[in-house]
T-cell receptor, first 114, second 111 residues
């Protein structure tokens, strides 16, 4: 099976702009989670979707949003970008909902905000 | 502090030596997972150990879990240069689908 894919891999945006990142999970996986990784804060959970429903959300401002489509593909959107949003954004898919399944990560999208 | 915290933060060893890293967590869990990340790339799942398991092996990896101490350890035996990476433990928060990752241990294996 193909792994988790994320597009784009690299992105440079200007402060105040918005950005949309895409994640295609492993075929058959219905759970998709998003994480932000920065040198200062480490890996932080953004949100998790299962069957097009957001099941959980991390402690991020409302500028961070996401959605999941019927084919389990997911997008996350960040509006009004700030310099501090520069990070590696990782998507992970899982065969089931809940905390008993391992997660399979994509290569990430590296976002730089200038 | 975070649910999962790894110790040490960084570790440098010679090829062929064993590497041990530890993870502590705060709340009760039903499983704990270890992941590896190479130089800013995506994470790779290594092992999942359930709360009713005390030890688990996978190749050169050995994971132990002590729920009474709320701690886990990852042992990599006969390390190789290719094992150079950051290693994270992850625990699910109780009653949610949210995983909390530790701060990671940066392992450097010198050839």
């Amino acid at each position: 099976k193909a792994g988790v894919t994320q597009t784009p891999r690299y992105l440079i945006k200007t402060r105040g702009q918005q950005v949309t990142l895409s994640c295609s999970p492993i075929s058959g996986h219905r759970s998709v989670s998003w994480y932000q990784q920065t040198p200062g804060q480490g890996l932080q959970f953004l949100f998790e979707y299962f069957s097009e429903t957001q099941r959980n959300k991390g402690n991020f401002p409302g500028r961070f949003s996401g959605r999941q489509f019927s084919n389990s593909r997911s997008e996350m959107n960040v509006s009004t970008l700030e310099l501090g949003d520069s990070a590696l954004y990782l998507c992970a898919s899982s065969p089931g909902q809940g905390a008993s399944y391992e997660q399979y990560f994509g290569p990430g999208t590296r976002l730089t905000v200038t | 502090s975070q649910q999962g915290e790894e110790d040490p933060q960084a570790l440098s060893i010679q090829e062929g030596e064993n590497a041990t890293m530890n993870c502590s967590y705060k709340t009760s869990i039903n499983n704990l997972q270890w992941y590896r990340q190479n130089s800013g790339r995506g994470l790779v799942h290594l092992i999942l150990i359930r709360s009713n398991e005390r030890e688990k092996h996978s190749g050169r990896l050995r994971v132990t879990l002590d729920t009474s101490k709320k701690s886990s350890s990852l042992l990599i035996t006969a390390s190789r240069a290719a094992d150079t990476a950051s290693y994270f433990c992850a625990t699910p928060t109780s009653g949610t689908y949210k995983y909390i990752f530790g701060t990671g241990t940066r392992l450097k294996v010198l050839a």
